[in-house]
């Protein structure tokens, strides 16, 4: 008998073994094995068994060493999921197959139990209209039926807690669910509310920072098909459910959703349709803001579309919405009328909140006079200024790749004198303690949530409890307000979210807005300050009304003028070497190797910064429906020169 195995490793290929005879019947596709590999004894995992050697006849095969597992730890969608998701954001084999199962040898199922104690407490609060139609719409799905449906409405109509009795009902009847967040910060608010509900033994908790022993005891048992609900950031779309009977997505429009930092790329969403419909689970994406990507398929028919339109009682409330400067004689960073508003805030003991979303220092290059950036003249993107040996002191577009001197003229006041701009969310901290010495102010930014220890746990624990004045994050604070008591909230640098080199900029923004929108709809006297260089540069008409269906048609009009997602594909190839010619040797050889295949080419766009030891620039790929899968495989199998590397990202959402 003979068998392929793959590894976890960034070769793209199977390797034959043989199997000896006390093995056999051990060896099947799935489970993991032990084989020489190299000199050494490594853990890989079996694709494919066979009674025929494929090998060429000149080659002894090495023979597998042990079997790991008494049965794999994936279920049948294993295989399919892997080519699934290689097809759509490539990547070789071994590795997206090991981010299914762990590659840890001491990772093994152990016997969990089969059945459990289920006490699922519901609520006795009544539910509005648009929640009742929801539960009864859901309800009257055949079992085993796939059925993607969208919850869409402003926060405080009952979504969640919409998803959260289908979830419960599902768990009576000893199925299980998965609810994905955004992110760990969500997770953590999350898990209690479920563990209270739900019974904390029904309630598994899955992220990237959960103790290994954890992770072990909830990968065995879902691999087990124990009933449980599970609250998890995107990797929970890749765990191993045997009975999967409801799938929700929360905060669907969210950028965490996609991995784009380790191999292998993917994004949640599509992972989810596919798993739910292998598994016939109804799936739910819940959001007040979902992406466009989403709605073009509620538009075509793909994805129903149930509205909450009532607000849940105690929490129908009209927020203040205010555009002011973005600067003041007192402050480079805060407003006269945002100054006066925090200290208003902190006479009456109330939280507030400052999205700033820049964490360190900035290169943006901005006029001294009235604050508005340089902006790029092709394609109106802000412009970072770089210094390289290469090429000197410059201003640079990590958009289109356009380059200008720092010889600049505001556009607004006509000044001459332009600045480079530093200052996150440290900086703002820094002048808040000035202004008021005496309030308690904490920052909520991915630094600070580095260690379970760090300030950005403790201002997640103020969030909720009330107990802090003033909170200056990212845009990750405006995702953490589940609950927390914020009266006012303010973006400190509109054109810093607006004219940044992601085309999504402009919906992200609005997604940000609507948000902080929606969260102050829900206490009395909410106020959002929206402060601003340039106030003409968005159209606030639609948050004012609370519309944000209107803001999203207005952004799917431009995206289908300037050919970008969701009406055409998007591959983004980066690619790295130590010398210059080398670098522009392979970026030619790329663009040659996709000319057939693509509708536009954008770049290269240097994206190096001054510590890093590689020279890198991008290329962005313009494709359609028809073509995008054969041009990705054609790059994902694109072999680079020596000492030059690439990284092929298909769907891209980073941009820098």
């Known amino acids: 008998m003979y068998c392929k195995v793959v590894y976890d490793v960034p070769l793209d290929r199977e390797f034959d073994y043989a199997v000896p005879a006390e093995l056999e019947g051990k060896v099947v596709p799935g489970v993991r094995v032990t084989a020489p590999f190299g000199r050494v004894l490594t853990g890989g995992m079996v694709t494919a068994v066979s009674e025929i050697c494929t090998a060429p006849k000149n080659v002894k095969l090495k023979e597998i060493a042990s079997v790991v597992d008494k049965r794999p730890l994936f279920g049948s969608d294993l295989f399919p999921l892997m080519r699934f998701m290689k097809a ?3 990547g070789p084999i071994g590795q997206i197959l090991f981010a299914l199962v762990p590659p840890q040898p001491y990772f093994k199922l152990d016997n969990s139990p089969t059945s459990v104690h289920i006490d699922v407490k519901t609520p006795s609060f009544s539910l509005t209209p648009s929640q009742q139609n929801a539960l009864q719409t859901v309800r009257a799905f055949p079992a085993y039926e796939f059925r993607p449906v969208l919850l869409n409405g402003p926060a405080y109509t009952g979504k969640t807690e919409t998803v959260l009795r289908l979830a ?76 999967l009977r409801l799938a929700a997505m929360l905060d669907e429009g969210d950028d965490n959703y996609k991995q784009e930092e380790n191999k292998p790329y993917y994004h949640a969403r599509e992972v989810l349709f596919f798993r739910a419909k292998m ?45 002011t400067e973005k600067k003041s004689e007192k402050s480079r960073f805060l407003s006269s009328f945002l100054l006066a ?17 820049r964490r360190g220092y900035s290169n943006a290059y901005y006029c001294l006079n009235c604050g508005v950036y340089a902006k790029c003249k092709k394609c109106g993107a802000i412009l970072a200024r770089e210094n390289t040996p290469e090429h000197g002191d410059r201003l640079v577009c990590k958009k289109c790749g356009h380059t200008e001197t720092l010889q600049q003229q505001c556009p607004k006041c006509h000044n001459l004198i332009f600045k480079s701009r530093g200052g996150g969310t440290q900086k703002v901290v820094t002048e808040l303690a000035k202004f008021f010495p005496k309030a308690r102010l904490l920052r909520l930014d991915s630094d600070t949530l580095k260690t379970k220890a760090g300030q950005g746990f403790e201002a ?82 639609p948050l004012l009304a609370g519309d944000y269906q209107a803001a999203a048609q207005t952004e799917l009009a431009l995206r289908e003028s300037f050919l970008y997602p969701p009406f055409v ?45 590689l020279k890198k620039q991008y290329l962005l790929f313009k494709t359609d429906e028809e073509r995008w899968l054969d041009l990705l495989a054609e790059l994902d199998s694109f072999v680079p020169a020596k000492k030059a590397a690439v990284k092929i990202s298909a769907d891209p959402y980073d941009f820098y």
């Open 88 to 90: 759509h954001w490539g």
């Open 168 to 243: 419960g009902e599902v768990l009576a009847a000893y199925g299980q669910t998965l609810i994905t967040v955004p992110d760990i910060v969500a997770a953590r608010q999350f898990i209690a509310e479920a563990e209270e509900r739900f019974g904390a033994d029904n309630v598994f908790c899955w992220h990237s920072r959960m103790l290994l022993s954890k992770k072990k005891k909830y990968f065995s048992a879902i691999s087990n098909g124990l009933p449980c609900v599970v609250i998890a950031t995107r990797s929970g779309a890749l765990l191993p459910f045997k009975n």
């Open 569 to 613: 594909r998007l591959i983004k190839v980066l690619i790295k070497a130590k010398e210059a010619d080398l670098l522009a040797a392979e970026t030619a050889r790329i663009k040659r190797l996709a000319a057939p295949k693509v509708l536009e080419t954008l770049g290269p766009v240097w994206c190096a910064k001054k510590t890093d030891v």
């Open 341 to 357: 508003q925090l200290a208003e805030n902190l006479k009456r003991k109330e939280t507030s909140l400052l999205i700033l979303n």
């Open 279 to 323: 598994h016939g689970a109804a799936l739910l994406f819940v959001s007040a803001t979902p992406s466009l990507e989403l709605l073009q398929r509620v538009q075509q028919g793909t994805v129903a579309q149930l509205p909450f339109t009532q607000a849940v009682p105690g929490h129908a409330f009209t927020p203040q919405i205010k555009l």
């Open 460 to 541: 997640l624990a103020a969030l909720k409890n009330g107990q802090a004045d003033i909170i200056v994050g990212t845009r990750l604070a405006s995702g953490a307000l589940r609950g927390a008591k914020v009266t006012l909230a303010a973006v400190l640098d509109a054109e810093l979210e607006l004219d940044g080199p992601n085309f999504r900029a402009s919906e992200k923004y609005g997604q940000m807005l609507f948000a902080l929108r929606g969260h102050l709809s829900g206490v009395a006297d909410g106020r959002l300050i929206i402060q601003s260089a340039d106030q003409d540069a968005y159209d606030y008409s």
